[in-house]
């Protein structure tokens, strides 16, 4: 039994006649009644009594044409929700992110996301760099935001670009002895308590940290440990001590707080979205063509690695990890 067959049914049904359920079919009425009748053989009914005033459903005939408009109409509905999910309006999305992309980018990407595709569902999950990269790797997410190029085992057969740059800024408290400077240097920082972010999860900043202050600084090995940029900011805010982190963290002012500039100027590691290099989820797909319009520069990078229309419509080799 296929799905014409439910149609041709249906449709005499409506016309209660061969010849006018033909027309409307666009067939002849000879094919109709044959298919009419291999239809009633396979059901083991008769579904129409054919008499002179017209062609009219049996008891069993009105049933079968019950649940065959039914079937019909789940089978439009399955046909239209494929549609919608090849074309990433459906689905799951399942994002890691570290906590200063709150800042920038994802606001403006997760809201536009969330207006043009709102039933994708949106899985979220804010975690350090090292625990995305991993979870990304063993399929857990589809797409993380980190520092750094993802590394270890697996991370090959990433796609990863840069979505934004930053420097080392430091915040205090306005009541600390640097509130009011523009920058602090070096020797500075050595001098007071720190706030860093932790080394496990964060490793490429850390060592950045170390490179700066030397890599058995005392300041570092006796710094109060923050897992994000808001706890080091309020950390700092209450006197705890310097908080250094991401210059992204100068679009998060705080009451209370004074941000300093750190000399010698040292740059972050990248903030980087990866995602799996064969990954052709629509919903990915969706989701970096929100991030080509909202942040053109990463557009262009996601176009000179995948091509114009993105992961989804690429060839089995045709993504270059890294």
């Known amino acids: 039994m296929e799905a014409r067959h439910l149609r041709y049914a249906l ?59 039914r079937a019909l109409d789940e089978i439009t509905a399955a046909s239209v929700d494929a549609a919608r999910a090849a074309r990433g309006e459906t689905g799951r999305l399942r994002l890691g992110f570290i906590a200063s992309a709150l800042l920038e980018p994802l606001p403006d990407v997760l809201g536009r996301f969330g207006r043009e595709r709102p039933d ?21 997410l589809d797409v993380a935001i980190g520092l750094g190029r993802p590394r270890g085992v697996g991370a090959e057969q990433l796609v990863s670009v840069p979505i934004g740059q930053d420097h080392l800024v430091a915040v205090v408290s306005s009541k600390h002895p640097y509130a009011g400077q523009s920058s602090v240097d070096v020797d500075q920082l050595r001098r007071q308590p720190l706030i860093v972010a932790p080394a496990e999860d964060e490793p490429a900043v850390v ?6 202050l030397g890599k058995d600084s005392p300041a570092l090995s006796g710094a109060t440990v923050a897992r994000d940029i808001h706890t080091i900011i309020g950390l700092a805010a209450c006197g705890v001590g310097v908080g250094l982190g991401p210059s992204r963290m100068l679009t998060a002012p705080r009451r209370g707080t004074w941000f300093c500039e750190v000399t010698p100027h040292t740059p972050l590691p990248d903030m980087v979205l990866s995602f799996h290099a064969r990954d052709r989820s629509p919903a990915l797909n969706a989701f970096l063509g929100i991030i080509r319009q909202n942040c053109p520069a990463v557009g262009a990078a996601l176009d000179h690695r995948l091509g114009p229309l993105g992961p989804q419509e690429e060839g089995d080799g045709a993504s270059t990890p890294t």
């Open 207 to 212: 060592t950045g940290l170390r490179t700066l």
């Open 120 to 140: 994708v569902r949106l899985e979220l999950h804010e975690m350090a760099t090292n625990r995305s990269t991993a979870a990304l790797v063993a399929g857990e």
């Open 11 to 69: 449709t005499l049904a409506e016309h209660a006649h061969f010849g006018r359920a033909a027309g409307a079919l666009g067939i002849a009425q000879p094919p109709l009644s044959k298919q009419i009748a291999d239809l009633e053989r396979e059901v083991g009914a008769r579904l129409f009594d054919r008499t002179r005033q017209g062609v009219f459903p049996t008891a069993a005939g009105a049933a079968f044409l019950l649940r065959a408009r």
